[in-house]
């Protein structure tokens, strides 16, 4: 009997297999890692934006309420108070539908010891300088509105990163 082995080939030792599957695959892992690292530190860097926005208004606005007789009356003791960035570009777009100069729109969730709804802030100002609100109605829930301040209570909202903003 003969010893010889056809699928061990000529130097007795099985052929080799490809390392092209896993060189594809690692290089394809790293590719997506980097894309999450990328995604992530650009979505982290956002979510920081829009907190220190929403942080730095509500604050701001709460002082300026505290100043109000009507928000006195009407709202009572504030229990909670958030910007709202859907229904603030939703308030936007739906005011902003006739045409002429657009006006920018800050719309905050409120719930507070007499009421809760809406305060709806008109801001003026350009980009890149201080913005202020100069106005601010309250929307509650069961429909009515009620004008909480006009431009008498301004608000400096700051400006944009890398910008100095100048008080009037």
Known sequence: MSSFNPQEGMSGRPPQKSNTTKIVLIVLGILGLL???????????????????NEMAT?????????????????????????????????TQKNNQGGGKEKAFLVFDVKA??????????????????????????????????????DELSIDLGSEVGTESSTP
Not at 35 to 53: D, H, I, K, S, T
Not at 130 to 137: A, P, T
């Open 35 to 53: 894309g999450l690292l990328c995604c992530g530190g650009f979505g982290g860097l956002a979510w920081f934006g829009v907190n220190q926005l």
């Open 59 to 91: 604050e701001d606005l709460k002082r300026r309420l505290g100043e109000s007789p009507v928000a006195a009356t009407e709202l009572g003791t504030i229990e909670s108070l958030s910007l709202n960035l859907l229904k603030t570009a939703e308030y």
């Open 113 to 150: 010891s007499n009421t809760s709804g809406e305060i709806v802030c008109e801001a003026r100002g350009q980009r890149g300088q201080k913005s202020d609100i100069v106005s601010g109605k309250l929307l509650k829930a069961d429909g009515t509105e009620v004008e909480l301040f006009g």
